[in-house]
């Protein structure tokens, strides 16, 4: 295969289609994908109020598909939107009103789809458009293709028959490779996002454990679980119920997340501890105010550490530090640390912070005021 070039004859870079797994294993467990997903509604430029996370079945050609979906009332997209929504390491956001986004690397989308399931579809409704992208590593094997095409199609007038003449390969292509055989049952899923606008985002072909089973279960009401090994070691709730991860996810909730039909109890980190203590702070060189260190005693005492936000996002859950990797220390164990690290760079997984001077320094100092707190 000839290499695209730019205008100068100088070759451009390929993506091949197996990258789309590749990227998606960034995300060592589905949790950290989901938040991906929670983010982009959260995010100031979609700002979504509300996000609802089903388990739902589509009926395919006289087969039910088990289905992912993701749907929020935030600001939707349309087609130039949705390329980039679809592209890798675009990623325009910026502060609204005093909200920090999450999202900076142009990636989360597409590592946190493809690490749930195979394929995606998005389907969105924003002020003057409804547009419809699909994302489908099942769909690019069986076209044998070499990059990474994604079908986009926008409908004008928002009627059926009324896709515009140049998208008509993409609207073949998602009618054929997705869910959705006509048009007018992409439109019925369309106009069923409820409001003026929001979008909805479907993921099929969900992935499944070496054994064959489900990754995620759905089986609890109200909630999706990972199912833990039965190892004997006690795990926080937050790493096997999505409903009690989200919980935490945000410092200060701001944007409704239901999961199987239920809201999420919005409540703030430190609200469930005892012996709180807001005196302590942490005032790193590189920033002009003090961050607050909220210290507080689990109820549950088996799960401690710092609990690490950035930008009001859960980076690193119950990080032990200092005194408590030392099991002599009794006193420490129990004890909550809650930080907002903004001046701390996540990595693209948002599951850590970039191992470099700030981060060693901010460790030692909240580790010192741990110490502290705990009486040592
Ligand atoms: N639910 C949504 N509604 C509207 N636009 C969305 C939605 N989800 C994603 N987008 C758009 O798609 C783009 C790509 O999302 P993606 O998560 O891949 O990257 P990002 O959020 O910009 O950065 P990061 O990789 O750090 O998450 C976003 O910048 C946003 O413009
Ligand atoms: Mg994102």
Known sequence: MAAAKTERGIPLSTISPKYLHTNSTSHTGPFSAIAELIDNAYDPDVNAKQIWIDKTQINNKGKDIECLTFRDDGNGLNRDLMHQMLSFGISKKKAVNGKLPIGMYGNGFKSGSMRLGKDAIVLSKSRNDLCVGMLSQTYLEEIDAKQIAVPIISFYEQEADNVMEEHQASLRDILEHSPFNTED???????????????????????????????????????????CDDSGTSVPESHSSLRAYCSILYLEPSMQINIQGQRVEKH????????????????????????????????????????????????????????????RNRRSIGVIGVIECNHLKPTHNKQD??????????IKSVACKLREYSGI
């Open 185 to 227: 049952e992409l439109l019925t899923e369309l106009h069923a996002i409820e409001g003026p606008t929001g979008t909805k985002i479907i993921i099929w072909n969900l992935r499944r454990t070496s054994e064959g089973n489900m990754e995620l279960d759905f089986t609890t009401e109200n909630d999706i679980r990972i199912i």
């Open 268 to 327: 703030c980190i430190y609200e469930s501890l005892d012996y709180i203590d807001r005196s302590y702070s942490y005032k790193p060189n590189i920033v002009k105010k003090r961050i607050p260190i909220i210290f507080g005693v689990n109820k549950s005492k088996q799960h401690y550490g710092l609990m690490m936000y950035h930008n009001n996002r859960l980076i690193k859950a119950y990080h032990r530090v200092g005194c408590q990797l030392k099991a």
């Open 353 to 362: 912070f970039e191992d470099d001077k700030p981060y060693r320094n901010t």
